[in-house]
């Protein structure tokens, strides 16, 4: 894990998040805590990761999300070299 980013602050946020229970509760807190545009940012980026895993090419990738090669190439990266947390988030959601 990233040190730069373990802050009491963080934590404080993720304890807030851990204690959303619906799609509902994670609507309305994320449209406070996001702008639009960091919001669709973050969803585009778990859409790259879950096309990189199911062995997509860019290409298509790029033309489905509109994401820039740029982006999947970072996305491939953390998928590749990161801490898992796709891999933990797909694992609990059942997805290959």
Do not use: W
């Amino acid at each position: 894990m990233n040190k730069k980013i373990q802050t009491k602050a963080v934590d404080h946020m993720f304890e807030a998040i851990l204690t959303l229970e619906n799609k509902e509760d994670c609507y309305r807190f994320f449209e406070d805590l996001c702008t639009v545009n960091e919001l669709l940012s973050i969803s585009q980026r778990y859409e790259v990761a879950s096309m990189l895993k199911q062995k997509h090419t860019y290409l298509e990738i790029a033309e489905k999300t509109g994401a820039s090669t740029a982006t999947i190439s970072r996305v491939n990266r953390s998928l590749i070299y990161g801490n898992d947390g796709y891999e933990l988030a797909f694992s609990r959601l059942g997805l290959p």
